[in-house]
């Protein structure tokens, strides 16, 4: 079984922060690509930040740059997403998702998702 559930999402006003966690099952984590996703509204689907296993290509679109972080444990199979300085524009649901050695930050490389996790930034 693989499998990947992401947790904390949840309201928040601007400003404020939130810690999306993924937790990874049946496969081990530190051997993937790493990726957070995002889909607003009448929106495609679209990458956030992503990870390859060997740290050489971290990305982050540009909405996000300088206020996300993309990170992962290996010993806790866990990937994070920490989101400071939230917008509104930042809503959407959040997608966590990887892929067998090294990828690019796009929906179509990633093999493995999670069920999402909804993300609301308002007053």
């Known amino acids: 079984q693989l499998q990947l559930v992401e947790s904390g999402g949840g309201l928040v006003q601007p400003g404020g922060s939130l810690r999306l966690s993924c937790v990874a099952s049946?496969?081990?984590?530190?051997?993937?690509?790493i990726g957070w996703f995002r889909q607003a509204p009448g929106k495609e689907r679209e990458g956030v930040s992503c990870?390859?296993?060997?740290?050489?290509?971290?990305y982050y679109a540009d909405s996000v740059k300088g206020r996300f972080t993309i990170s992962r444990d290996n010993a806790k199979n866990t990937m994070y997403l920490q989101m400071n300085s939230l917008k509104p524009e930042d809503t959407g649901v959040y997608y966590c998702?990887?892929?067998?050695?090294?990828?690019?930050?796009?929906?179509?490389?990633?093999?493995?998702w999670g069920k999402g996790t909804l993300v609301t930034v308002s007053s």
């Open positions: 998702a990887t892929r067998s050695g090294s990828s690019w930050c796009s929906p179509d490389g990633m093999d493995y």
């Open positions: 049946g496969f081990t984590l530190e051997h993937y690509t």
């Open positions: 990870r390859r296993m060997n740290g050489g290509y971290i």
